[in-house]
């Protein structure tokens, strides 16, 4: 099942973009975006993404260095692309409630070290426990949301750090279920 797409507002050097990103499941990063309803594809090569800077990333099949600084939220407040810097702010829902989670927020989710509810719902199923090794894609969670069940998967192969979520809890958007060991 394909989760629905992440809507995000980005603001860059004062100009606002409606983005919407696009995953497949078993994704670690997404392979499509939407900007004012054009679907661009994009590659953010995930075997290099999480480890080198700088950063590579293409757009259209055109690539781009991209550096990031990050405010105390964990939110990218400064972006240089192909060394050109902007200023720039990322809104989406349940910024604000992931931004105040204490010891696992933005960083980690985006690092591949946590997995986050990508809506609001209801686990139905823990399949994992603390200590457990995982495969990249292993099924970790099944959340129950709009009535559909929704398997939330190990962004990468390592080792369960903390399970925050319990069979027949409800939970928020972006609340983080399951951190990996870093």
Request: net charge negative; glycine share 8%; charged share 25%.
């Amino acid at each position: 099942m394909v989760p629905p797409p992440m809507k995000i507002t980005v603001t860059i050097n004062k100009v606002n973009y409606d983005v919407e990103v696009h995953a497949q499941p078993h994704e670690i990063c997404p392979s499509e975006i939407t900007i004012g309803g054009q679907r661009v594809p994009i590659d953010l090569q995930p075997e290099r993404w999480l480890r080198e800077f700088p950063r590579s990333l293409k757009i259209r099949e055109t690539p781009h260095e991209i550096l990031f600084d990050y405010g105390d939220d964990g939110f990218p407040n400064q972006v240089w692309i192909d060394g050109k810097p902007s200023h720039v702010e990322v809104e989406f829902q349940g910024k604000g409630n992931l931004a105040k989670k204490k010891g696992v927020g933005l960083t980690q989710i985006a690092a591949g070290n946590a997995i986050a509810a990508p809506m609001p719902g209801k686990i139905i199923a823990v399949k994992v426990k603390e200590g457990q090794e995982v495969e990249q894609g292993q099924l970790c969670v099944v959340l129950e949301a709009m009535k559909m069940e929704n398997e939330l998967a190990a962004p990468r192969a390592g080792k369960i750090k903390k399970v925050l979520a319990e069979q027949g809890a409800n939970v928020d958007l972006d609340q983080v279920l399951v951190t990996l060991e870093e």
